[in-house]
């Protein structure tokens, strides 16, 4: 019993004692709990910060962020990727593969083929792609992404950042423009400098040569490495660099430019003193530091040494001067009054706007009346008294001249009659007429010069002017092409004849002065009848009148008997007053012209013959096809006697020559040809490069002018097409030629360039005069011109057609109306293919998976369609579907699977081309397609339509199996 009772003390002991541990335990767990639920919360506020924070940095910074699952079917974006595409928050997000639409062409692909390209685990990409925002504008954006997987490579979810970098890409491409016209002007500084007869360089801001031009080399007898990295101070004197070097550091301190530094330098491969004038400008940085200077030297020696002459001569004058000053002075003092006063008499009386001046040669005295200082641009007060007066304002180019003129008047040589330029201290120059009287001592010795300056700068301008236009004309004459031959109203005398005018005419003499015999002495015949030109009717006489004439049939008979047509215009000469002085004609030689005419008319009759000869041999192919389909069903599907088996055989031979003879009608309605010279070419390139080499013509010829002519260009990423890349200038040349031509009084030409279509598409357009429709229906034809023969020969449009055309291009006007401007657009076909993607849906056929093959043939003839059907089914025993239009086809596609698609190209509504074009990309170039055609076809097409086969028209059921086993082998 007392054992009993100690066990269940025990019991209850324990179980207290359980309890308490059960509250303990019980207690750490509220604790626990409360912790966690407050560990949780902050977490939850962290979480909600942190998102804060993101959206904000995202806002900020212009990012958006999306997510999508492996099937597309959840996608997420954050509030300001809608901003970047330019979608309303509240649409739905866009899945990846709807994404398309909003790239600009070619930049979906690359995105694309980033996804599509990830295989391993969180494999990420960083891309910058061009996108349309929802407005309208292009942007740029920057896209990083990466795709998870799971360990077995399966894609769980797709997810990226995508950032809006327009501005950047647009300081991008201003900087790059900026970096290519820097380099430009260093170029042609370069060029200039090389050119010229003066000596550029440039220093650091240390004074030491970066560049030289090469000629240093005649100015100091130094190669240009024995000049760069040292200083102008290591080539002068001792002295003359401590000088120039303490100048030059006083300039520099100020950042200010070199005006006219005189300094002396050893050359040292003459071992003499070079006199050099320095000019320069500073060079800074974008803080505005000093990096040095670029300049330019002129070579002065020669006329500071002969400054120097002049003024020891000078010295030994006055030297002498005051040696005879005390012995002859009142002698000379009365004979100076009296030869003064008569000669200021005479001068004030008729100077007028003389400007007046007297030289006391002997004590070096000048006095100046009030013209004097307006003539020379001084002032009075700066005023120095002496010659250094009129010799510091004479032009450095004539002063030599006028100081050698002056002495040797004084000398008794001559008299001091001369003109010379004085250069005004603000760059003004004029032109002044100079005569001095020099009045002499007893002995002869100069002691006085009096005379006048008169300004005759209108006068020298006036004669300049003439010259350069008397030049200009006698370049002009010397080198037309035209012949001008002018002669004397109303006597007829001849009295000009170009060089060209002999070489057209044949005849190295001019005509006698009778205008009674002009027709005789040129052998002049009408073209139409041959008979002698009457001297009457001729335009050179009719000018004589006041009347204009144009003439352009004539025919000249050469002194060797060749006769040659001209065309003829001419034209009287007045003086100011309306009185016809002259007559002058212009006359070309067009006899090229004319066969080129005759020429080209026959070449239309045969082209027209050709498209004829064309559509026949068309309809011939049909029809033959039609007869070889059913020999080769009636052959092969009845039971005949061997004599019709021969019957028909012999009828498929004859089928057979005729089917080549229509291949023969056929190649010669076939004008075109291929070309062997041409290449990949890129076409951006050739216009940048076509507008820098036209800018003489819509630049500066119009600036100097007063007129502007902008060209704006807008050129899109585009691949290379196949051309000629010379013949591709000249075409752009003459356009551009025309579009400035176009615009007489400046405007904007406008070039864009793009894809559209899978071909490279070019626009040019101008806001000029434009066309009316029947220069629009004309413009490409040979010799059509709007400008007359005397500006063009209306071959250039001409030529750019057909050199297009040649290339596989297209060009045609787009729009155009009178005061409207006008729009060309040129096409031309891709030379690089895309690449092909593989279409999951569409498995590749080993030869030996299938042998019976399926076979869509599409054909708008009823009978060849139906032919076609028999000998692919019943003779061939393959299974074969057709149909009667591209539609049809289509429609069969959608809902069947075929391993070859067979097409006529002649059908209404959509080509056979078209519809290869629609079914390679339908199924990415993975659908073998042949084409049944009686033309050539070229590889080229071929390549741009995705077509492997060719059946030519009209085919057998031989030929009809020999493609089927092509296509089973892979071939």
Same mark, same amino acid.
């Given at each position: ?68 699952? +492996? ?29 398309? $639409? ?16 990830? /295989? ?31 360990? *077995? ?23 790059? $423009? ?35 031009? &090469? ?45 006219? !530094? ?16 320095? +000019?320069?400008?500073? !060079? ?15 070579? @002065? ?18 030297? @002498? ?57 001084? $002032?009075?007060?700066?005023?120095? *008294? ?104 109303? /006597? ?20 006698? &002065? ?9 052998? !002049? ?104 389909? *059913?020999?080769?069903? %009636? ?22 020559? %005729? ?45 100097? +002018? ?130 092909? @993607? ?33 000998? %692919? ?11 009667? /239009?591209?539609?049809?086809? !289509? ?40 084409? %049944? ?39």
């Amino acid at each position: 019993m007392e054992s009993r009772m100690s066990l269940e003390d025990r019991n209850k002991s324990d179980l207290r004692k359980e309890l308490q541990d059960l509250r303990k335990k019980h207690d750490a767990l509220l604790l626990a709990n409360t912790t966690l639920s407050q560990q949780h919360d902050d977490a939850s506020a962290l979480l909600r910060k942190n998102r804060d924070e993101i959206r904000d940095v995202q806002r900020f910074g212009a990012i958006g962020i999306w997510r999508e699952n +492996n099937t597309g079917t959840q996608v997420s974006w954050s509030e300001e990727l809608y901003s970047i595409y330019g979608f309303s928050p509240g649409s739905l997000p866009l899945a990846l593969s709807q994404l398309s $639409k909003i790239f600009c062409p070619g930049y979906w692909d690359l995105f694309k083929a980033a996804l599509c390209g990830t /295989s391993k685990p969180a494999d990420s990409y960083e891309l910058e792609l061009e996108i349309m925002h929802q407005e309208g504008s292009k942007r740029w954006i920057s896209v990083r992404g990466k795709t998870t997987f799971t360990r *077995n490579g399966d894609v769980i979810e797709q997810m990226g950042v995508v950032k809006d970098i327009t501005s950047n890409k647009i300081l991008e491409i201003e900087l790059k $423009k900026a970096r290519e016209e820097i380099r430009e002007n260093e170029k042609r500084f370069k060029d200039l400098a090389g050119s010229s007869g003066d000596w550029f360089w440039e220093v650091d801001e240390k004074g030491k040569y970066t560049y030289s031009s &090469s000629k240093a080399n005649d100015f100091l007898g130094l190669r240009n490495e024995e000049i760069i990295g040292k200083t102008p101070f290591d080539f002068m004197p001792a002295e003359e660099a401590k000088r120039v070097a303490a100048i030059f550091s006083k300039i520099s301190a100020t950042k200010s430019p070199i005006l006219n !530094l005189e300094n002396w330098n050893t050359n040292n491969k003459k071992k003499e003193l070079r006199c050099l004038l320095t +000019n320069g400008v500073p !060079l800074l940085d974008e803080k505005g530091h000093l990096k040095g200077y670029r300049g330019i030297d002129k070579d @002065i020696t020669d006329i500071k040494l002969t400054e120097l002459a002049l003024k020891e001569k000078n010295e030994e004058y006055l030297a @002498i001067n005051e040696t005879l000053k005390e012995t002859n002075l009142e002698l000379i003092n009365a004979k100076e009054k009296a030869e003064e006063s008569e000669f200021r008499l005479e001068l004030a009386t008729s100077s007028g706007q003389l400007g007046i001046w007297d030289w006391d040669v002997k004590n070096n005295i000048m006095l100046w009346n009030e013209r004097m200082f307006e003539l020379y641009g001084s $002032k009075k007060d700066q005023f120095p *008294n002496n010659d250094d007066a009129w010799v510091n304002g004479l032009h450095p180019e004539d002063k030599q001249r006028a100081i050698e003129e002056s002495t040797r008047a004084l000398n008794g040589g001559k008299d001091f009659d001369t003109t010379f330029r004085v250069l005004h201290p603000n760059g003004n120059i004029l032109y002044l007429k100079a005569s001095g009287s020099v009045i002499r001592d007893s002995e002869g010795t100069a002691v006085r010069m009096i005379g006048i300056n008169s300004d005759i700068t209108e006068r020298k301008e006036a004669e300049e002017s003439l010259q350069k236009q008397n030049n200009l004309f006698d370049t002009l004459l010397r080198n037309l092409e035209m012949g001008v031959y002018m002669i004397e109203a109303p /006597s007829g005398k001849p009295l000009l004849a170009n060089a060209a005018s002999f070489k057209i005419l044949g005849r190295d003499m001019m005509p006698p &002065s009778s205008t009674e015999t002009i027709s005789q002495w040129f052998n !002049l015949l009408k073209t139409d009848t041959l008979e002698p030109y009457p001297n009457e009717e001729l335009p050179i006489v009719v000018a004589m009148k006041g009347i204009t004439k144009r003439v352009d049939d004539m025919v000249v008979v050469r002194p060797d008997g060749t006769k040659i047509d001209v065309e003829v215009f001419g034209s009287p000469i007045t003086d100011q007053k309306g009185n016809i002085w002259a007559s002058v004609v212009t006359f070309h030689d067009i006899t090229d012209r004319k066969r080129a005419e005759k020429a080209y008319v026959q070449n239309q009759r045969l082209s027209t013959i050709g498209e004829m000869a064309a559509s026949v041999a068309h309809d011939f192919n049909n029809s033959l096809q039609a007869m070889s389909g *059913n020999i080769d069903v %009636v052959k092969l599907k009845t039971q005949l006697p061997e004599s019709i088996i021969k019957y028909l055989n012999n009828i498929e031979s004859l089928i057979t020559d %005729v089917a080549s003879r229509v291949r023969s009608l056929q190649r010669f309605g076939d004008t075109s040809h291929e070309r062997k010279d041409l290449q990949a070419v890129d076409l951006n390139a050739i216009i940048i490069e076509s507008i820098t080499q036209t800018r003489p013509l819509w630049k500066d010829s119009p600036e100097k +002018n007063g007129m502007t002519i902008d060209i704006k260009t807008q050129l899109g990423e585009i691949m290379k097409i196949t051309g000629n890349e010379g013949e591709l200038k000249t075409s752009f040349l003459n356009i551009l030629k025309n579009s400035i031509e176009a615009m007489p009084k400046g405007g904007t030409i406008s070039i864009t360039s793009g894809i559209k279509h899978k071909k490279v598409v070019l626009t040019i357009s101008d806001t000029g005069i434009g066309m009316n429709e029947e220069t629009k229906t004309k413009l490409f034809h040979p010799f059509y011109t709007t400008k007359g023969f005397d500006a063009g020969r209306g071959l250039g449009m001409s030529s750019v057609y057909t050199i297009f055309r040649e290339m596989g291009g297209d060009i045609s006007v787009k729009f155009s109306e009178p005061g409207k401007g006008t729009v060309i657009e040129l096409v031309f076909p891709i030379t690089m293919q895309e690449e092909k @993607i593989k279409d999951q849906e569409i498995k590749k056929r080993t030869p030996n998976e299938k042998i019976k093959l399926k076979v869509l043939w599409v054909e708008d003839d009823d009978t060849i369609r139906e032919n076609a059907s028999t000998i %692919v089914q019943e003779l061939l025993g393959h299974t074969c579907d057709t149909a009667n /239009s591209g539609k049809t086809a !289509l429609k069969l596609l959608k809902k069947n699977s075929y391993d070859l698609v067979i097409t006529d190209i002649g059908m209404p509504d959509m080509s056979g081309w078209e519809l290869a074009g629609v079914i390679n990309s339908m199924f990415h170039g993975n659908l073998p397609i042949a084409i %049944v055609s009686g033309w050539q076809v070229e590889e080229s097409k071929k390549k741009e339509y995705g077509v492997k086969y060719v059946l030519g028209k009209p085919f057998s059921m031989k030929a009809v199996e020999t493609l089927f086993a092509n296509l089973k082998s892979g071939k």
